[in-house]
Structures are given as C-alpha cells and as structure tokens.
C-alpha cells in the first residue's frame, strides 16, 4: 500500500525541503506563459504553499507524488503579488499576477476541485496515482462533500484514461472553448 499523508502533518524542518516544494509547483505547465517554466513557478509559489491542500504519496521514504485539492475558496497556494513583481518586475509582475487570480477565482465555482495530480516520473505505474485519487475522494468525503470534480486538459489521454479508470465520468462540452479542458466529476460517499 502506498503511504499517503496530508502534507500539513510532516514537520517543518520536513516541509522546507527545497524538492519537496518542486514537486509541488511542477504542475500548472498549462499557465506556463503566465508563471513561467518549473523552476520559475517554484520561486513564484514555493513559500506559499497551503499544506492542508495537499495529499502526499511516499515511496521508499520519498515523495513521488502529490494531489492538490481546492476547496471553501482556499486552493494550494497562497495568492501573494510580492514574489511576482520581484521576478518580472512591477508591470508584467502586477499583470501576471492578476492573470493568475483570475485563473484561481475560475475555479471557484467547484465545491470540491483536484487541482493537480502529479507523479515523479520514476514512480509512475505503480499505482501511486491511483491511491491519490482514493485518498482524495476520502479526504472530501469526511468533510461532507458529495462530490470531486477536476479540469483534465483535452490533450492528456493517459490522464483521461486514469480517471475513468477510478470511477470518474467526463460532464458535457463546455460552450466556451478555452481553457482547453474537459470537466469531470466522481461522487464519494459522504461519511459521518
Ligand atoms: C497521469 C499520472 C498522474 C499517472 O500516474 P501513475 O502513478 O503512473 O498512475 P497509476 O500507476 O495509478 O496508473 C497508471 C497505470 O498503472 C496501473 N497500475 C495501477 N496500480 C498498479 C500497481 N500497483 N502496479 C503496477 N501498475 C499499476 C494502472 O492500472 C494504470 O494502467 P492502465 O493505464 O493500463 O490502466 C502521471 O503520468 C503524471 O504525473 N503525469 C504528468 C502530470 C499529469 O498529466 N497530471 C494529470 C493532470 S490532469
């Protein structure tokens, strides 16, 4: 079985690990041209992780995977416009940022979003995704929510493929076509 721990349970000296918070801010490559490559979304984010938002997968005593959860208005990353502005200076700082926001606020309509799901490539197909995902359907679950719901891009076949394979189901085509995603939704049973 595959531990997985809410990332806000590890220790502080634990959650200063600089490769902890590359795992972390490796994602959202989509919003590349507003936050930069990986290394340039770990300055912008790496000191402003939600930790509560994360689950972690380990394997050998490494993390090798992360599912990133959005919920009650608060996503994985703090909104901080400071660690913008000293990257790409005031103007396309102040700008970038707010495209950003209005990225995150997006999200908001959702009660309950995966907001990411990554697995170190090394780790990949061992089930470790597979266990995030029923660690995050839990996670919602005792706290009452009905259901999960994720933004899978319309490029991503194999991710698509997994969360059908873990009893998710695509919801109909949006009218707008942009962002380029797909929405789908997994019903968990609320536990007491
Ligand atoms: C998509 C991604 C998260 C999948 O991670 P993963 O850990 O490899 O996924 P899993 O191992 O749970 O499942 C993949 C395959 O391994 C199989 N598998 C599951 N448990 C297994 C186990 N214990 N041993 C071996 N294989 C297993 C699954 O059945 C699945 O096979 P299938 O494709 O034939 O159905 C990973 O490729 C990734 O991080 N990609 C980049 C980021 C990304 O695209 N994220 C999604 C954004 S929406």
């Not at 200063?16 to 918070?21: A, H, I, K």
């Not at 340039?40 to 000191?47: I, N, P, V």
């Not at 076949?157 to 380029?180: M, T």
């Amino acid at each position: 079985m595959v531990p997985i721990v809410q990332g806000s349970s590890l220790t502080p000296d634990l959650l200063t690990d600089p490769g902890l918070s590359r795992l972390v801010t490796e994602g959202r490559g989509s919003l590349a041209f507003i936050i930069g490559n990986a290394a340039c979304r770990q300055r912008l984010l790496g000191a402003s992780i939600h930790w509560d938002r994360i689950l972690l997968a380990f394997e050998d005593g490494q993390a090798v995977g992360y599912a990133a959860l959005k919920y009650q208005m608060r996503g994985p990353f703090a909104l901080r416009v400071k660690p913008f502005v000293r990257e790409f200076g005031w103007l396309s700082g102040t700008l970038r940022f707010a495209a950003f926001c209005l990225s995150e606020c997006r999200e908001w309509r959702y009660p309950f979003l995966l907001y990411g799901l990554r697995v170190s490539r090394s780790a990949r197909n061992h089930g470790i995704a597979s266990a995030l995902l029923q660690a995050c359907s839990k996670h919602a679950a005792t706290r009452g929510f009905r259901a999960v719901y994720l933004e899978v891009p319309l490029a991503n076949d194999r991710a698509r493929h997994l969360y059908l394979q873990n009893g998710f189901s695509l919801l109909r085509k949006r009218w707008v076509p942009w962002p380029p995603v797909r929405t789908m939704r997994r019903y968990v049973e609320t536990q007491p």
